[in-house]
């Protein structure tokens, strides 16, 4: 069974510019998860969609970031335009029901 | 709200030592805990877990009990090999929402 993957690995970008990060769920999964973790501090919570619907926001940083999960399957996570301290780890989980969350390696975004 | 904090490292260790990492934890209600670990160029991986007080975890040869009345949750291994060199994050769980600590960088040497 393929797990979750993450795409790009790596991303530098400079500030002010677009980055689209990529996340595809171990299939059947219908609660997809974003996180991130910035500066080597703890990871944080940003959002959790069940199926293509949001069911929580609520830790999403600012309107410069936006997710989709298209037909309830990949999600992508849009930051316009970016700023130095969006740079950090976002991780992607998935899970069929809610306790049991299976990551993705990351995506490491760097803005210059 | 729902807060976890465990000790910073790194942490380095010689092979064969015992190792702890301490986790404390803020949470209102009965909170689900757990560890992760994350291998270098992986992903978080569910270390173990446990579901409610006096419950222990164990996996791998760590091991972890759930203690309410300390509001810890205290990863140990009795010999550690070279491994499990990794960053090792706490976390809990209020339903379906993850809380982690700051994560610690464990290098064990040969």
């Known amino acids: 069974e393929a797990g979750v993957t993450q795409f790009p690995s790596h991303s530098v970008i400079e500030k002010g510019q677009t980055v689209t990060l990529r996340c595809d769920p171990i299939?059947?999964?219908?609660?997809l998860y974003w996180y991130r973790r910035v500066m080597g501090k703890e990871i944080k919570f940003l959002l959790h969609f069940v199926k293509e619907s949001k069911q929580d926001e609520s830790g999403m940083p600012n309107n410069r970031f936006l997710a989709e999960r298209t037909g309830g399957t990949y999600s992508t996570l849009k930051v316009q335009p970016a700023e130095l301290e969006d740079s950090g780890v976002y991780f992607c989980?998935?899970?069929?029901?809610?306790?049991?969350?299976?990551f993705g390696p990351g995506t490491r975004l760097t803005v210059l | 709200g729902d807060s976890v904090t465990q000790m910073e490292g790194p942490v380095t260790l010689s092979e064969e030592a015992f190792l702890t990492i301490n986790c404390t934890y803020t949470?209102?209600?009965?909170?689900?805990l757990f560890w992760y670990v994350q291998y270098p160029g992986e992903g978080l991986q569910l270390l173990l877990k446990a579901t409610k007080a006096d419950d222990k975890g164990s996996n791998k040869g760590f091991e972890a009990t759930y203690r309410k009345e300390t509001t810890s949750f205290h990863l140990e291994k009795g010999s550690v090999q070279v491994s499990d060199s990794a960053v090792y994050f706490c976390a809990l769980a209020n339903d379906y929402k993850l809380s982690f600590g700051a994560g610690t960088t464990v290098t064990v040497r040969a």
């Open positions: 949470a209102t209600g009965y909170p689900s």
């Open positions: 989980a998935s899970s069929p029901g809610w306790e049991r969350q299976f």
């Open positions: 299939s059947g999964h219908d609660n």
